[in-house]
């Protein structure tokens, strides 16, 4: 298997479920990413890590919480979502300290808060 | 606040035409320019990168680059139905893991 996968493509969850997502990259890439993908709005970054160590965290609520076990996986553990959190969450990786090295997605995971 | 515009469309071209698209960016020590190509329900695919003032091309695709204006363009010759999607610009600035996107560009080919 190659590339960015993850798991689910699809989720419905109610407003009090717990939820997880979760991201596999197999290009051998240092870095790994969430983005956030709503209609009619950039990419939003949400989480960045590099070596497992998280760089980044854009000011994203407490009911989002990323793990990143080691550099080819990431999860996002979801709870008590609120419905503006329905959107399309990808996950990309790279290879950090490298120039020009572009981001590569998963298929993403549709989600949807009801 | 580092800003990544394009024109949101949606643009419309004939099949065998040139679709050009425009990018524009606020930070000026941006170093590298990414375009992806993104189809309906699907994630978005690199198409190509640029990172040296000019053209650089990969088959019907060319993206230019200008700094001193602070645009980036991607142009598709020969345009195919097949390229009916939105195209999103992404800028790395010169430092740390960040990728800043457009809102995308939005293509049709008419056959």
């Known amino acids: 298997e190659t590339g960015v996968t993850q798991t689910p493509r699809h989720l419905v969850m109610g407003m009090t479920n717990k939820k997880s997502l979760k991201c596999e990259q197999h290009?051998?890439?240092?870095?790994m990413y969430w983005y956030k993908q709503s209609a009619k709005k950039p990419l939003e970054l949400m989480f960045v890590y590099n070596f497992k160590e998280q760089t980044e965290n854009n000011s994203v609520p407490s009911r989002f919480s990323p793990e990143c076990p080691n550099s080819s996986h990431l999860f996002l553990h979801l709870h008590t979502l609120q419905p503006e959190d329905s959107a399309l969450y990808l996950c990309?990786?790279?290879?950090?300290?490298?120039?020009?090295?572009?981001?590569?997605f998963g298929n993403g995971t549709r989600l949807t808060v009801t | 606040q580092k800003e990544v515009e394009q024109n949101s469309g949606p643009l419309s071209v004939p099949e065998g035409a040139i679709a050009s698209l425009n990018c524009t960016y606020s930070d000026r020590g941006s170093q590298s320019f990414f375009w992806y190509r993104q189809y309906s329900g699907k994630s978005p695919e690199l198409i190509m990168f640029i990172y040296s003032n000019g053209d650089k091309e990969d088959g019907r695709f060319t993206a230019q680059l200008n700094k001193a204006s602070q645009y980036v363009s991607l142009l598709i010759r020969d345009s195919q139905p097949s390229d009916s999607a939105t195209y999103l610009c992404?800028?790395?600035?010169?430092?740390?893991?960040?990728?800043?996107f457009g809102t995308g560009t939005s293509l049709t080919v008419i056959p």
């Open positions: 990309a990786s790279s290879r950090e300290g490298q120039n020009n090295s572009p981001l590569h």
């Open positions: 992404a800028v790395q600035p010169n430092t740390g893991n960040q990728f800043y």
């Open positions: 290009l051998g890439h240092n870095a």
